[in-house]
């Protein structure tokens, strides 16, 4: 598979702050890579600067297609925007529609394919703020889509969400690395991150990098987390009071 | 109705009134982002922060449009730099050039003996003395700001949405923000003469926040402002007409007063919707 996304010695400072360092990555087509790594440890920064929201302070990015889809939080979003899911889920449309182009038929028809894979196609018309957290979680995940990027970036798409969010996003991640797309998802949760095809494990320079049973280990996870994480049976679950999972 | 009638009758009321109107159209549009965008603080030290633009204009003789325009940029470029460069917060450095800004406006009008009248005018409008070059000048500026928010209104919707996430659609967040504080500029000063530096942010904020209540659509908020507008302004015109009253101050009334109603009128109807179960019930 081609290589979608590439960093060299990529790295990001706030002022004096290195916030992220020395990231080596190639991430090809039809794969997924998880990012996890303590508060702080430069995950959404790396996501940031994939996406093209901050810009490196040293290293490189090549990013293959069209600007990257970044699929944020839903607490990211302006509570005071009135808009609804419809609307929201078309503002990925805008890159190909500039100022002032008119929607398509094929602008409707990614937007209305996007919400019917996230089940969100029946909340259409309701206003993306009176939803559920899942729901809207689902809706950004749908805008993500609608963009049409061979890249997808999720920054914690799961995190704390109902079953059926949950099980939905994970699912639509799933296909999206079988259709070819390079995805990746920034994440506190171990088992999430063993779904992935491969680990980087942060703290603000990479722990290690690899697959998730070469990257998941108790060495590696203590030098990330210190002691903050169990083991549960032959697995290793995190005690992070942060995160609610 | 014979009341509204022989209001409108002089020819100083109608140019009043063309000219309130007209500023509605323009406060009404970038006044509906400004509340989404929570932008009203710096509306409102802008709106005063132009005081000195305006005074240079009267005392050196040139256009207090282009005198308020300019200083109304210089203020909100001066606020982004603050802000940008320094670790001091957006309101701190609004605050701060908000003073400094309406300090030297009165300090500029304080050297001038002639300029009471002038500064009267400045700060609460000269409604009913609306000329027909002002209203000429003020559908100018109307027309910038009507185009601008149409060519721009993706790029206001996204960076609404979510700054980061408008930069990834390719939106130009900042250039969007600048856009928007240069139309901000534009449609105070499409407004102060007929409503004056104090009392335009009621327009500004007054309408869009009560459209906000009752559409919830960024175009329909827009169009909704602009009718609450309209209907401050024809208020405010007969009550200053028929009572006295100054006739900026009370349009600018009005469109607050309007929030407060539409507000009321909307928890008491939420109190009877959440009643009437239980008294079905008992």
């Known amino acids: ?245 | 109705m014979d009341a509204v009638f022989e209001a409108f009758e002089p020819a100083f009321m109608q140019r009043a009134l063309i000219g309130s109107l007209i500023a509605v159209v323009a406060t009404s549009l970038v006044g509906t982002w400004v509340v989404l965008r929570g932008l009203a603080f710096l509306g409102d030290a802008l709106a005063h922060g132009v005081i000195p633009g305006i005074a240079l204009a009267v005392l050196w003789g040139f256009s207090p449009i282009i005198g308020a325009f300019v200083a109304a940029l210089a203020m909100s470029g001066l606020v982004t730099v603050v802000s940008n460069r320094t670790v001091v917060r957006e309101d701190t450095a609004i605050g701060l050039l908000f003073v400094g800004m309406l300090s030297l406006g009165i300090i500029i009008v304080s050297r001038a003996r002639s300029f009471t009248t002038e500064v009267t005018a400045l700060l609460f409008g000269d409604v009913l003395g609306v000329t027909t070059d002002d209203i000429r000048n003020q559908l100018i500026a109307t027309a910038v700001v009507l185009v601008c928010t149409v060519v721009l209104y993706r790029p206001f919707l996204a960076l609404t949405f979510n700054r980061a996430k408008a930069q990834t659609l390719g939106m130009h967040p900042r250039l969007a923000q600048a856009a928007l504080l240069a139309l901000l500029a534009l449609s105070i000063v499409a407004s102060f003469q007929a409503i004056g530096t104090l009392l335009v942010f009621g327009l500004l904020v007054g309408p869009p926040a009560t459209a906000s209540l009752l559409v919830h659509r960024v175009p329909a908020i827009m169009v909704t402002s602009t009718l609450l507008g309209a209907l401050a302004v024809v208020a405010g015109l007969l009550v200053s007409f028929h009572h006295g009253t100054a006739g900026g101050a009370t349009i600018a009334g009005f469109s607050v007063l309007q929030f407060f109603v539409v507000l009321a009128g909307r928890e008491v109807a939420v109190a009877l919707r959440r009643s009437r179960p239980a008294a079905i019930a008992a």
Request: charged content about 25%; proline content about 4%.
């Open chain 1, 1 to 245: 598979m081609p290589v979608a996304i590439t960093t060299r010695r990529l790295e990001v400072r706030f002022g004096d702050t290195v916030a992220l360092a020395h990231v080596d990555l190639e991430i090809p087509h039809g794969s997924s890579l998880a990012v996890i790594g303590p508060n702080g440890s430069g995950k959404s920064t790396l996501l940031g600067a994939l996406a093209g929201t901050l810009a490196p302070s040293a290293g490189e990015i090549a990013i293959g297609g069209a600007r990257p889809a970044l699929v944020q939080q839903s607490t990211d979003v302006d509570r005071s925007l009135p808009i609804t899911v419809r609307d929201t889920v078309s503002l990925a449309r805008y890159p190909s529609l500039g100022l002032l182009g008119r929607f398509r038929a094929e602008d409707r028809r990614a937007v209305d394919e996007a919400l019917e894979r996230l089940a969100v196609d029946d909340l259409a018309g309701r206003q993306f703020h009176d939803l559920s957290g899942g729901q809207r979680q689902r809706v950004l995940v749908a805008q993500g889509l609608a963009q049409g990027s061979e890249v997808l970036l999720l920054d914690e798409p799961v995190n704390g969400l109902d079953v059926v969010s949950r099980t939905v996003i994970l699912e639509v991640i799933d296909e999206e690395v079988a259709e070819g797309r390079a995805v990746v998802v920034t994440t506190h949760d171990l088992e999430d991150a063993r779904r992935c095809d491969a680990v980087l494990l942060l703290d603000t320079s990479p722990i290690a990098v690899g697959t998730p049973e070469e990257v998941l280990t108790e060495d590696h996870l203590r030098r990330a987390f210190g002691g903050r994480f169990v083991r549960v049976g032959d697995e290793f679950v995190l005690d992070d009071p942060h995160h609610s999972h």
